[in-house]
């Protein structure tokens, strides 16, 4: 016969001892446990979260009594205590994207390191050929991870809008791939609108993303440049930017942004007609 012991909210709350890691559910405080939240009152804590709920409600309340250490969240924009405490260096904050958390939280708790100690097959599936994707990625990029390839984008959809621009007369179409990957976490490829603090010259601000690396810093003098050269001239090219030449039909170039860019052509395109499949 199953047994449950019910405990309260206080009671539950006292589990939570200083330095500890605490996962809280819930977004925009629907579905967070508040009445276990507002009992809290253990300090030093990691809380990983989807986001920091309201100032002093919910995931707030505990960054508002000055609990929380250090924030790993996906979204955090609807309290302003974030980034007061943020600034001023009262917390640590690192921002996931919503999938990565997931994937994390999952791989955790399921007594796993994660993606990139699994095998490639486990990480492909369906219709696609696991060692063939494996093959093509490594000799595309043989810098990497074979499990990065789970990252990978499929561009064949850029590729189309790139041939109808050619077709209408239009030859000034620079393509770019951003594959840097932050130093945080032992290595983390770079999310969806991770490329923007490159590009607007202020990875300083969220220097908990990419780990305050130097070589963050000199991509981001690189990207800058080469987005406000593309701004006023039309031409992406000039000081600090390797060369980087148009894409055409007969020179399929793609500026590849790393720790060491440079321009590649045609380099992917075996991967490419892998995964589109």
Known sequence: MARTKVISAKEAAALIKDG??????GFMTNGTAKSIVNEVTA???TVVCNDAGFENEGT????????IKRLIATHVGLNKEVAAKFNAGEIELKLQPQGTLAEQVRAGGAGLAGLRDGSVNAVFSGTWNAEAVKEAFLEAYPEKSACDAYYVS????DFGTLAKRLASGDNKNYNYLVSYESPIDG???????????????????VAGSYGGSQDA??????????????ATTGDPNGDKVPAWSAY??????????????GERVDYDAELQELISQ
């Open 248 to 261: 055409t039909d007969d020179n399929k170039s793609t500026m590849v942004f790393d720790t060491t860019s």
């Open 154 to 157: 499929n561009r064949t959809g």
């Open 217 to 230: 810093y000199d991509l981001q003098d690189v990207m800058a440049s080469a987005w406000v050269n593309f």
């Open 187 to 205: 290595g983390v490829n770079l999310w969806h609108c991770g490329e923007i603090p490159f590009v607007f010259h202020n990875v300083d601000l």
């Open 43 to 45: 300090k030093d804590l």
């Open 20 to 25: 500890d890691t605490v996962l809280v559910g």
């Open 60 to 67: 707030g309340r505990l960054l508002h009594n000055g609990l």
